[in-house]
């Protein structure tokens, strides 16, 4: 793709600089191209007067060598005259056109920036699996990649199930008390959208087993996110369609809270995560399990939230021995990071998710955790950072 559309993308090949950057000795301010011995010694009360023997723009060239005795008047960025080893800065003279002034020696032997100081020729620019951002589109341009081999944007599958659901444009059966909307249709899908991913919604599937066995058939995507229908109700149907289909379900629960009913699978080449049905669940099972898939599908590394160390505002109690991601709000309190829970933390409170920018992070081991006391948060949205393996 051109590199202008390529921000936030993860290059695909080594991008190997066919030049060195900058390919010439330049100035690093505007100033004076001399010879540190001419200058040698040079005051405000005793200066060194040079005659000025042209003047080198950036884009230009020198006409000639510099000689003992001489200076070229020149601006930053452009070619140092061979034979130049200082630039005087312009504060330091009189900023003559024809004779210069020198009236300090503080430059000698300095603001040049030598050939190839930024990239070596031959050397990688920007390597293979990087993030694209500003300066790296910058980067590649400097070494003439106007297009640029990226990995692709993974397609992402995302299908709901359950008569109870519909979409927000059939609100009215919500206010009817007849349906309530399927909230997971739309947060899955920023989720995926906002982890690098192309959304493919497959809508919402009623509680049938024809009717999964229809949307689930002949997919053409990268991963599929299934949401409900993986627990042990009656009418969760989803893993047994499944089977039929032909996937191999690997696992469909994991010890943690929320989000204990996960189902994993491979439907042929396709893989399949089964996320919870709760919303607070869905979510958070994306964030520790479908994330990370999805960054990897677009090709970065480091795909897992990196966690960080905070301290227990108030005591937490858990009442199952399962790994715990609380909702919190973590802040800065002059030492290091506070965290305090957003309220009460049930699987269908959404709102505990919307006032959180952190997932605090209980031990199945720490039935109770007093104030104070240090745990770790995987703090969510930009400000989190990330590591290639997970470090719960």
Known sequence: ??????????????????????????????????????????????????????????????????????????????????????????????????????????????????????????????????????????????VGMARVRVHRRPRVAILSSGDELVDVEQFAEVLAGRRIVSSNGYSIEAAVREAGGIPVTLGIAPDDPAALRERLGGLDCDLLLTTGGVSVGAFDYTRDVLRQLGAELEFWRVRIRPGAPLGFGMLGTLPWIGLPGNPVSALVTFELFARPAVRRFHGFHDVFRRPVSVTLGETITINAPLTHFLRAVVSPDGTGLRARLTGPQGSGLLSSLVSANALLVVPADRQSVPAGETLQALLLGEGGQHSAVPGL
């Open 1 to 142: 793709m051109s590199v202008r559309d390529a921000l936030h993308r993860v290059l695909g090949e080594d991008a190997v600089s066919p030049l060195a950057l900058p390919p010439w000795d330049n100035a690093s301010m505007d100033g004076y191209a001399v010879l540190a011995s001419d200058i040698a010694g040079a005051t405000a009360a005793a200066p060194v007067l040079l005659p000025v023997i042209g003047t080198i723009a950036a884009g230009s060239a020198a006409d000639q060598p510099l000689g003992p005795g001489q200076s070229f008047r020149i601006m930053t960025g452009a070619p140092v005259p061979p034979g130049a080893d200082t630039v005087i800065r312009v504060e330091d003279t009189d900023g003559g056109d024809t004779r210069v002034e020198v009236r300090s020696d503080r430059d000698a032997g300095r603001n040049i920036r030598p050939r190839g100081e930024d990239v070596a020729a031959g050397a990688v620019a920007v390597a293979r699996g990087s993030p694209l951002g500003p300066a790296h589109l910058g980067m590649l341009a400097a």
